[in-house]
C-alpha cells in the first residue's frame, strides 16, 4: 500500500503543516479518509465549502460545464461570466464585477483599482490604510496589507504605501489618514487572526470616516461572504455600504474563483489593459459559482446557517461555564473560534481528529470552526461531544 503521507514529504514544497490525513471522499459535512474511516469536517475547505462536500447542485453544475466549455479565455464573451455577475450585482450594492482565481487576486485587483482611482481623482493619492492581525493574502500586494507580522517579514521588503494600525481602533485610523491616504481595507471579522470581532459601531465609523474624508473603503469579504456569518454578505449585518468588495473561498461551491465588486464610478477607472487574468471567469469557475450562488440565495442558506449558529454558539458557550481552559467563544454564523487560556490548540485539534473532528488551529490559543452552512444538528451535537473530549484529554478532567 501506498504510504501517501511520505510520498508529500518527497515531493512536494514542505510549506504545509498538514494533519496526517489523507482525504479521499468527501459527502456534506463528512469526509473519509484513505483507510475508509470517517470525520465531521469542520474545517471545511477553509470556508470554501459553503454547501459541503460534494454538494448535487454544485457537481452537477462543474460535471455538466465540463462537458461543454472548461476554458476559452478573456478575449471572448461565455454566458456564465455574465450571468454570475449579474447575478452577484442583482444581491448586493455593487454595479460591476471583476473575476479571478482566488482571494489573494482579488485583493491584489481591489489594491490597483483603489490606486488607479488615486491617480486619476486624488492628486495621486495612494496609500492605503489596513490593520494589525489582519490577514489579505500572501502574494506581494496582498502580504504588504496584511497586518500579521510574521506573515511579513520573511518577505521584505514589500510593496510600499501600506499603513498598519490597531485594529477597532478607530482614533489610529484617523491620526493614520493623510494627503496620500486612499483607501481604507478591513475585513468585517478577521478570520485568520483568530476570528477577532469588530467593535460596536466601528466598521460605520470607518464608512462615515472615509465618506468625509474622500477615501476609498474596501472590505475583504474572502471569509465572511456568501453567507458564512449570517447573511449573504457580512456588510449587510453592520449597516454600512463599502466602495470595493474583494470575494472568493465559498463563491464557487469548492472550485477556485475569486471575484471584486465596486461600483460603476470605481470600476470605470480599470480600463482596457489596465489588468488581467488568462483563468479568471473560465466557464467552469463561473458555472460552478453561478450554480451555487443560485442555491444558496433562492434557499435561503445563509438564514439556515444563521439558525444552526445559534445552537452551535449555545453548545460551545456550555463549555465555557464546565471547562476553565475555554475563555470565550466569538464569531458569527457558521465562523467561530473558541479561546482558550493556553497555548494548546494544536494539541486540542490533534485530539479532535483522532475522534473524528476535523478543526483548525487558527491561533496557539485558539480553535477555528468554520462548518458547511447547512451543518445539521445532530452534526454539530457530535463535534461538540468531541470537542469536549478532546480539551478533557488535553487538560485533564478540571478543564484547566
Not at 468527501?26 to 474545517?43: H, I, K, M, N, Q
Not at 439558525?307 to 458569527?332: F, H, I, Q
Amino acid at each position: 500500500m501506498t504510504d501517501w503521507v511520505a510520498e508529500e514529504h518527497r515531493y512536494l514544497f514542505q510549506n504545509y503543516g498538514r494533519q496526517p490525513v489523507v482525504i479521499e471522499r468527501g459527502a456534506g459535512a463528512r469526509v473519509w479518509d484513505s483507510d475508509g474511516r470517517e470525520y465531521l469536517d469542520f474545517v471545511g475547505g477553509l470556508a470554501v465549502n459553503a454547501l459541503g462536500h460534494a454538494h448535487p447542485v454544485v457537481a452537477e453544475a462543474v460535471a455538466k460545464q465540463s462537458a461543454t466549455l472548461i476554458h476559452t479565455s478573456n478575449l471572448f464573451y461565455t454566458t456564465p461570466m455574465i450571468e454570475l455577475a449579474k447575478l452577484l450585482v442583482e444581491h448586493s450594492c455593487f454595479d460591476r464585477v471583476f473575476f479571478c482565481n482566488s482571494g489573494t487576486e482579488a485583493i491584489e485587483t481591489a489594491i490597483k483599482l483603489a490606486r488607479r482611482w488615486g491617480h486619476d481623482v486624488r492628486n495621486g493619492a495612494h496609500e492605503i490604510i489596513s490593520f494589525n492581525d489582519g490577514f489579505h493574502g500572501r502574494t506581494f500586494g496582498a502580504l504588504a496589507a496584511t497586518g500579521t507580522v510574521r506573515y511579513r517579514e520573511p518577505f521584505e521588503p514589500l510593496a510600499p504605501g501600506f499603513v498598519h494600525v490597531d485594529w477597532n481602533d478607530f482614533e489610529a485610523v484617523k491620526r493614520a489618514t493623510t494627503a496620500k491616504t486612499v483607501a481604507v481595507l478591513t475585513e468585517p471579522i478577521q478570520g485568520e487572526g483568530g476570528v477577532n470581532m469588530p467593535a460596536a459601531g466601528f466598521l460605520k465609523s470607518l464608512r462615515d470616516w472615509c465618506s468625509e474624508r474622500g477615501l476609498l473603503l474596501i472590505f475583504d469579504e474572502i471569509q465572511t461572504g456568501v453567507g458564512r456569518t449570517g447573511s449573504l454578505w457580512a456588510y449587510e449585518q453592520e449597516g454600512v455600504e463599502p466602495d470595493i468588495m474583494a470575494l472568493a473561498k465559498g463563491l464557487a461551491g469548492g472550485i477556485p474563483i475569486g471575484a471584486v465588486l465596486a461600483r460603476e464610478e470605481l470600476a470605470s477607472h480599470l480600463v482596457k489593459g489596465d489588468h488581467g487574468t488568462t483563468f479568471g471567469a473560465n466557464p467552469l469557475a463561473t458555472a460552478a459559482g453561478l450554480a451555487t450562488m443560485r442555491y444558496i440565495i433562492e434557499n435561503d442558506i445563509a438564514s439556515q446557517g444563521a439558525r444552526a449558529s445559534e445552537k452551535l454558539m449555545a453548545r460551545l458557550r456550555s463549555m465555557e461555564d464546565r471547562l476553565p481552559v475555554v475563555t470565550d467563544v466569538r464569531g458569527r454564523g457558521m465562523l467561530i473560534a473558541v479561546g482558550l487560556a493556553r497555548e494548546i490548540s494544536a494539541d486540542v485539534v490533534d485530539a479532535c481528529r483522532q475522534r473524528g473532528l476535523l478543526a483548525n488551529n487558527v491561533r496557539p490559543n485558539a480553535i477555528r470552526l468554520m462548518p458547511p452552512l447547512n451543518v445539521t444538528d445532530d452534526e454539530i451535537d457530535r463535534a461538540c461531544d468531541i470537542l469536549e473530549e478532546a480539551i478533557v484529554a488535553v487538560t485533564g478532567p478540571s478543564g484547566r
